[in-house]
């Protein structure tokens, strides 16, 4: 079957209009990453009773299929009620949507199905179970010519037989006409049924509405069905009457009947069964028949004594009885003594006899048959015996008369509780035929059956498709829609299904005909389900977003949003509004947060008040709250006044605990002001205040904020004093409440430990707040504590393996708050941090975070860390050795670099992706192609002269070590040119170097002497660091080895070999000093013929020899390269 698409798109303000492209893109990015771990979303859909596919986040879609007909059938109430969407938004959308969405202009998720698949899936799934929705014939309703061979010609008023399946809701079916018997193609549309369930209207009257929400409201509202069995007659009008309405006496128990010894054919049976045919006889229903008709065939032993448990002999004496009946023309006692025969046969597995019992007792011949429970009992006992020996079209053709019952006496529903397909088969006809009035009742019925049973799970979808139907016709409701979507809600809780129940909640809620208990009861749903709803992704906060509907629902149930006086319960309002407060500040909309104290406050709380004046308490309590926020809103003026008008309210005669808080909440706003002096008067009050009232809580407060006042003011020692004080003091209470509080001292007082180089007890004191951070279970505290230990052990004493430690725990941290986007980062850093250690088990563990890493990046479409992941795996591929994989992932990290469009950063990648090979030992040439045929153009064209300058001097090094000299020529040239239009000396005097190395390796001597010269001439004078001297010996003994070997001129070089010696003495050099003394040594014995320089130089390289235990010195020329043809002179 085709899957069904479900497309997403978020809309805005009152009209649903689309939302902004940018929106879009958020829903798109969730999409993703629900592509990538469906675990949510296929619970999600398991409750909507469908079944995922796939996510194509490009288009916005999820792709749904179904295999049975309730499946489909449910997931349209669903759709229908408005469920989709808000079970959506619960899966995708940040907690701050739900505060955002308390605005007029806000945004949600809309959901929109293609009707005509979901109709094509209807029929295919029908035609798979093998369920007729209509059977029989059907007469031509107008004169049609055939338009083709496959086609009947119909004349008006033809009877057709129905061959196979007629479902209305296609446009053709198979018919056999009856006057010639061809068989074809017949239009749907062309022909109507010889007999008809219902009327042309599917559609229910002001009664049928009135009728269908009372029973609907037996349902909802009396919580369980009655115990007895109700009846129905027919009046003089033709019309069923249910008599058990008014009836309120309680159900007799059932007769008993001894069994008495029988002998066929003789006359004094007749006796014997006298008062057995007696009160079964009578074509008028009697209560005590219900009990018999409702026995299963166990109980109906128990009817009967004398048989020793012997079915047979009761058998044996049923069948007398009935002999004796239908001889005396007793028809109605016959009929229902065949009934109980037929009972007793099935409870046996005796079928086929219990049928021909079943079908006598409706073959008995009677005037009308008024005993409407009666006939319904033997139909749905036959249905069953029909069905179970697969005769399927008598089970159809009796099924057609049980649904005619059932839609005309639903207490008869109590005959098919053992088989519910019968009522089934009702509603996909009633679903088919579109008939909303049949569809209605089908479901009352079936909703009714399953109560009866104690089967909530299976009442459910009835019930949900009730509400449906029940808010489409016009009328007065009986049942409030509010309630039945909250009783649902409530079943939905029972049955674990979170994400159904809190968007019944919310329907409830949000109903007109809500009320102020149905707003606080699905508060209290959405409390309970809202751990289940999110999985790992579990809140740690007290009051989950999602409440904030409610909270302001029943605000406005209380008049304090829209300033009309409401109940006038002020203690409720203010804990309304403070819970609101409160998540408006945990979100950071404190702005929002603010508006709505001021709102009770200056409804409630002033005393000028209409509606009526809270106390002093809980007013000082609300502006308390108020200062605070307005002191997060950074406004402490504000906030001063606040406080000050508190204090003035206080007796002043009685000190409070509220009065120290008061005094500590001023230090803060008077150190947000910069007024340190007063500030920490107040914190000093604070603490005499709350030493007096005994309060340590908030004394230890005031002593950790006058701590981080005096280490504001530099006044470490006393800041030190004051923080210990208050850790000694938190850590002596009990309590969750103050393990937040212990864990941010312990934080700061480490953080002052760190910043003074104390690391030990900086470390102790980090891990001591960790450690309270997880007794809490507070996930935001954890984690600040984590990222501090993580910078500790990075920046401040690096140790890679505590690092990782840590940094693993805020990855586990981060998975279960399901933050993507930082972990993703955590997980980059940590395979980072294994890249460091250098060894092959560390580099493959970095490879799986890589990956994983890589995984996020995708999910998220942050296309530029996506691109750095792929290299990152490469380039650990190549540290591994794994070559044939190295290229591949190169290609795609470039490929995703391209697709961002960004030049800049396609031309980082290319350079990075050059590094993976230039920094390696192995395949360095590979970084030629990344940094001369890519990178290097895009740098010329974006004129990123850093780049360029950059990219030329790693070529240069590159073909220098593949000896290409003379396209290494080009790039050195280049970089030159780029330095010394820069400016920069350094890179100049390297590019100097670089070329006269390049010279001197092409045979280019005077060049490579030139450059040499001008590299020397852009060092720094006078000489600074030990460093540069050694370049000096480097270049100038280069320099005489050009001129001696080379240029073949031993008097120039000598010059240059005492340039060098002399800064190799500079520096201590000894090895160099032997070196350069030994070539002077030989120049001036060998070429330059100055035999007291010589000796000179060669007792020097001597002394030289004997500290670096060289043992031999060689002065001949033959020594020297390029000089074995000079003979020396005598």
Same mark, same amino acid.
């Given at each position: 079957?085709?899957?069904?698409?479900?497309?997403?798109?978020?809309?805005?303000?009152?009209?649903?209009?689309?939302?902004?492209?940018?929106?879009?893109?958020?829903?798109?990015?969730?999409?993703?990453?629900?592509?990538?771990?469906?675990?949510?979303?296929?619970?999600?859909?398991?409750?909507?009773?469908?079944?995922?596919?796939?996510?194509?986040?490009?288009?916005?879609?999820?792709?749904?299929?179904?295999?049975?007909?309730?499946?489909?059938?449910?997931?349209?109430?669903?759709?229908?009620?408005?469920?989709?969407?808000?079970?959506?938004?619960?899966?995708?959308?940040?907690?701050?949507?739900?505060?955002?969405?308390?605005?007029?202009?806000?945004?949600?998720?809309?959901?929109?199905?293609?009707?005509?698949?979901?109709?094509?899936?209807?029929?295919?799934?029908?035609?798979?179970?093998?369920?007729?929705?209509?059977?029989?014939?059907?007469?031509?309703?107008?004169?049609?010519?055939?338009?083709?061979?496959?086609?009947?010609?119909?004349?008006?008023?033809?009877?057709?037989?129905?061959?196979?399946?007629?479902?209305?809701?296609?446009?053709?079916?198979?018919?056999?006409?009856?006057?010639?018997?061809?068989?074809?193609?017949?239009?749907?549309?062309?022909?109507?049924?010889?007999?008809?369930?219902?009327?042309?209207?599917?559609?229910?009257?002001?009664?049928?509405?009135?009728?269908?929400?009372?029973?609907?409201?037996?349902?909802?509202?009396?919580?369980?069905?009655?115990?007895?069995?109700?009846?129905?007659?027919?009046?003089?009008?033709?019309?069923?009457?249910?008599?058990?309405?008014?009836?309120?006496?309680?159900?007799?128990?059932?007769?008993?009947?001894?069994?008495?010894?029988?002998?066929?054919?003789?006359?004094?049976?007749?006796?014997?069964?006298?008062?057995?045919?007696?009160?079964?006889?009578?074509?008028?229903?009697?209560?005590?028949?219900?009990?018999?008709?409702?026995?299963?065939?166990?109980?109906?032993?128990?009817?009967?004594?004398?048989?020793?448990?012997?079915?047979?002999?009761?058998?044996?004496?049923?069948?007398?009885?009935?002999?004796?009946?239908?001889?005396?023309?007793?028809?109605?006692?016959?009929?229902?003594?065949?009934?109980?025969?037929?009972?007793?046969?099935?409870?046996?597995?005796?079928?086929?006899?219990?049928?021909?019992?079943?079908?006598?007792?409706?073959?008995?011949?009677?005037?009308?048959?008024?005993?409407?429970?009666?006939?319904?009992?033997?139909?749905?006992?036959?249905?069953?015996?029909?069905?179970?020996?697969?005769?399927?079209?008598?089970?159809?053709?009796?099924?057609?008369?049980?649904?005619?019952?059932l839609m005309g006496i639903p207490y008869c529903v109590s005959t098919v509780e053992k088989d519910s397909e019968v009522l089934k088969f009702i509603l996909k006809k009633a679903v088919l035929s579109h008939n909303k009035m049949a569809e209605a009742r089908a479901c009352f019925l079936l909703a009714k059956l399953h109560w009866r049973r104690g089967e909530a799970a299976d009442t459910i979808p009835f019930l949900e498709r009730l509400l449906v139907l029940l808010a489409e016709p016009p009328g007065v409701r009986s049942v409030r829609p509010s309630h039945g979507y909250l009783s649902l809600a409530g079943l939905y809780s029972q049955l674990s299904l979170p994400h159904l129940c809190v968007s019944s909640a919310r329907r409830a809620t949000m109903h007109p005909s809500a009320r102020l208990a149905d707003c606080l009861n699905g508060m209290g749903l959405v409390l309970e389900n809202t751990d289940r709803l999110y999985g790992i992704r579990k809140q740690d906060v007290a009051i989950p977003a999602q409440v904030a509907p409610y909270l302001s629902r029943s605000l406005s149930f209380t008049g304090r949003l829209d300033g009309v006086g409401g109940t006038g319960d002020h203690t409720l309002s203010q804990a309304l509004t403070l819970c609101l407060s409160q998540l408006f500040q945990e979100h950071g909309m404190l702005g929002h947060a603010v508006r709505s104290m001021h709102t009770l406050i200056d409804h409630h709380c002033a005393p000028s008040s209409s509606s009526g004046t809270s106390s002093i308490p809980e007013r000082n309590i609300a502006l308390v709250w108020l200062a605070w926020l307005h002191i997060c809103n950074s406004q402490p003026e504000v906030s001063l006044d606040v406080l000050d008008s508190v204090l003035a309210s206080m007796p002043e005669h009685c000190t409070t605990p509220q009065e120290g808080l008061v005094h500590n909440m001023?230090?803060?706003?008077?150190?947000?002001?910069?007024?340190?002096?007063?500030?920490?008067?107040?914190?000093?009050?604070?603490?005499?205040?709350?030493?007096?009232?005994?309060?340590?809580?908030?004394?230890?407060?005031?002593?950790?904020?006058?701590?981080?006042?005096?280490?504001?003011?530099?006044?470490?020692?006393?800041?030190?004093?004051?923080?210990?004080?208050?850790?000694?003091?938190?850590?002596?209470?009990?309590?969750?409440?103050?393990?937040?509080?212990?864990?941010?001292?312990?934080?700061?007082?480490?953080?002052?430990?760190?910043?003074?180089?104390?690391?030990?007890?900086?470390?102790?004191?980090?891990?001591?707040?960790?450690?309270?951070?997880?007794?809490?279970?507070?996930?935001?505290?954890?984690?600040?504590?984590?990222?501090?230990?993580?910078?500790?052990?990075?920046?401040?004493?690096?140790?890679?393996?505590?690092?990782?430690?840590?940094?693993?725990?805020?990855?586990?941290?981060?998975?279960?708050?399901?933050?993507?986007?930082?972990?993703?980062?955590?997980?980059?850093?940590?395979?980072?941090?294994?890249?460091?250690?250098?060894?092959?088990?560390?580099?493959?563990?970095?490879?799986?975070?890589?990956?994983?890493?890589?995984?996020?990046?995708?999910?998220?479409?942050?296309?530029?860390?996506?691109?750095?992941?792929?290299?990152?795996?490469?380039?650990?591929?190549?540290?591994?050795?794994?070559?044939?994989?190295?290229?591949?992932?190169?290609?795609?990290?470039?490929?995703?670099?391209?697709?961002?469009?960004?030049?800049?950063?396609?031309?980082?990648?290319?350079?990075?992706?050059?590094?993976?090979?230039?920094?390696?030992?192995?395949?360095?040439?590979?970084?030629?192609?990344?940094?001369?045929?890519?990178?290097?153009?895009?740098?010329?064209?974006?004129?990123?002269?850093?780049?360029?300058?950059?990219?030329?001097?790693?070529?240069?090094?590159?073909?220098?070590?593949?000896?290409?000299?003379?396209?290494?020529?080009?790039?050195?040239?280049? *970089? %030159?040119?780029?330095?010394?239009?820069? !400016? /920069?000396?350094?890179?100049?005097?390297?590019?100097?170097? $670089? +070329? #006269? @190395?390049?010279?001197?390796?092409?045979?280019?001597?005077?060049?490579?002497?030139?450059?040499?010269?001008?590299?020397?001439?852009?060092?720094?004078?006078?000489?600074?660091?030990?460093?540069?001297?050694?370049?000096?010996?480097?270049?100038?003994?280069?320099?005489?080895?050009?001129?001696?070997?080379?240029?073949?001129?031993?008097?120039?070089?000598?010059?240059?070999?005492?340039? *060098? %010696?002399?800064?190799?003495?500079?520096? !201590? /050099?000894?090895?160099?000093?032997?070196?350069?003394?030994? $070539? +002077? #040594? @030989?120049?001036?014995?060998?070429?330059?013929?100055?035999?007291?320089?010589?000796?000179?130089?060669?007792?020097?390289?001597?002394?030289?020899?004997?500290?670096?235990?060289?043992?031999?010195?060689?002065?001949?020329?033959?020594?020297?390269?390029?000089?074995?043809?000079?003979?020396?002179?005598?």
């Open positions: 079957f085709p899957a069904l698409p479900m497309l997403l798109a978020m809309v805005e303000g009152p009209d649903k209009l689309p939302a902004d492209e940018g929106s879009q893109e958020v829903l798109r990015g969730k999409l993703r990453l629900l592509e990538a771990d469906s675990i949510e979303v296929n619970a999600l859909f398991m409750e909507l009773s469908a079944r995922l596919v796939s996510i194509n986040c490009e288009e916005n879609a999820i792709f749904v299929t179904f295999k049975t007909f309730e499946e489909i059938w449910r997931f349209t109430t669903y759709y229908t009620m408005g469920f989709l969407g808000q079970c959506m938004e619960n899966l995708l959308l940040d907690q701050d949507f739900w505060l955002s969405s308390l605005d007029q202009e806000y945004f949600a998720i809309e959901i929109s199905i293609q009707e005509e698949t979901l109709n094509l899936m209807y029929k295919g799934i029908l035609m798979q179970e093998g369920n007729s929705p209509t059977t029989g014939s059907c007469v031509a309703t107008v004169e049609y010519d055939a338009g083709g061979p496959d086609e009947l010609s119909l004349e008006q008023g033809d009877r057709i037989i129905i061959v196979g399946l007629l479902v209305s809701c296609f446009e053709w079916f198979t018919g056999r006409l009856e006057r010639t018997g061809e068989v074809g193609l017949v239009m749907t549309t062309l022909v109507r049924p010889a007999d008809s369930l219902y009327g042309s209207q599917g559609n229910m009257d002001a009664h049928q509405q009135a009728e269908l929400r009372r029973k609907i409201e037996e349902i909802l509202l009396k919580g369980k069905m009655k115990s007895k069995v109700p009846h129905a007659t027919v009046t003089t009008n033709g019309t069923l009457e249910d008599q058990s309405e008014t009836s309120k006496t309680t159900l007799p128990s059932g007769p008993h009947f001894t069994i008495q010894p029988v002998e066929e054919g003789t006359t004094t049976n007749q006796e014997k069964f006298l008062p057995l045919l007696s009160f079964l006889g009578g074509s008028n229903y009697k209560p005590e028949f219900g009990a018999l008709y409702g026995q299963t065939p166990e109980r109906l032993l128990a009817t009967f004594t004398g048989h020793s448990d012997d079915v047979d002999k009761l058998v044996a004496y049923l069948s007398v009885a009935r002999e004796t009946a239908r001889k005396k023309r007793l028809h109605w006692s016959q009929s229902r003594l065949c009934f109980l025969l037929g009972k007793l046969c099935a409870g046996r597995s005796k079928f086929s006899q219990a049928r021909v019992y079943f079908e006598e007792a409706l073959s008995v011949p009677r005037d009308i048959f008024t005993d409407m429970l009666m006939l319904a009992s033997i139909y749905a006992n036959l249905a069953v015996i029909y069905l179970m020996q697969k005769n399927t079209e008598k089970y159809l053709a009796l099924s057609e008369r049980i649904a005619a019952l001023r230090g803060v706003a008077l150190r947000s002001m910069g007024d340190l002096r007063r500030a920490a008067e107040s914190y000093q009050t604070a603490i005499d205040v709350c030493e007096e009232c005994e309060d340590r809580a908030n004394w230890a407060v005031a002593e950790a904020n006058l701590g981080l006042l005096c280490l504001k003011a530099g006044a470490k020692r006393l800041a030190e004093q004051h923080l210990t004080e208050a850790v000694e003091m938190l850590s002596a209470l009990e309590g969750q409440e103050h393990e937040v509080n212990f864990t941010t001292v312990l934080l700061e007082l480490g953080q002052y430990y760190v910043n003074q180089r104390h690391l030990d007890r900086g470390k102790i004191y980090y891990e001591w707040a960790l450690l309270m951070a997880i007794k809490s279970n507070h996930s935001d505290s954890q984690l600040s504590v984590t990222r501090r230990l993580c910078h500790l052990y990075r920046a401040v004493c690096p140790d890679e393996a505590q690092c990782i430690i840590y940094n693993e725990h805020q990855l586990a941290l981060l998975v279960t708050r399901g933050d993507r986007r930082q972990e993703g980062e955590v997980l980059e850093t940590i395979s980072q941090l294994y890249l460091s250690l250098g060894t092959e088990r560390a580099r493959r563990s970095a490879l799986d975070y890589t990956k994983r890493s890589l995984g996020i990046f995708i999910d998220l479409g942050r296309r530029e860390k996506e691109a750095y992941a792929w290299l990152q795996a490469g380039k650990i591929y190549h540290l591994l050795g794994q070559t044939e994989l190295v290229d591949l992932y190169l290609q795609v990290a470039q490929d995703v670099g391209v697709s961002t469009g960004d030049t800049h950063f396609i031309l980082q990648l290319l350079e990075a992706g050059g590094d993976v090979f230039f920094n390696s030992s192995t395949e360095r040439e590979k970084a030629v192609c990344f940094y001369g045929d890519r990178a290097l153009p895009i740098a010329v064209k974006t004129s990123s002269t850093e780049v360029r300058l950059r990219l030329s001097n790693k070529l240069v090094e590159l073909l220098l070590q593949m000896k290409l000299y003379g396209e290494a020529v080009e790039y050195a040239q280049t *970089a %030159l040119d780029i330095s010394v239009k820069l !400016g /920069n000396r350094l890179n100049e005097r390297v590019a100097f170097h $670089r +070329l #006269a @190395t390049l010279y001197h390796c092409l045979g280019q001597f005077e060049l490579a002497e030139h450059y040499y010269l001008k590299a020397l001439s852009l060092c720094p004078t006078p000489l600074e660091f030990d460093e540069e001297t050694l370049y000096y010996v480097r270049v100038y003994r280069t320099l005489g080895d050009i001129i001696f070997y080379d240029l073949k001129d031993p008097y120039d070089a000598a010059g240059y070999y005492h340039l *060098a %010696l002399a800064a190799a003495m500079d520096i !201590g /050099n000894k090895k160099s000093q032997l070196q350069l003394c030994t $070539r +002077l #040594a @030989t120049i001036y014995h060998n070429f330059l013929v100055d035999r007291e320089l010589s000796l000179f130089f060669y007792q020097k390289a001597r002394a030289f020899a004997s500290d670096l235990n060289v043992r031999r010195i060689n002065l001949s020329p033959l020594g020297l390269r390029g000089w074995a043809h000079i003979h020396s002179v005598s």
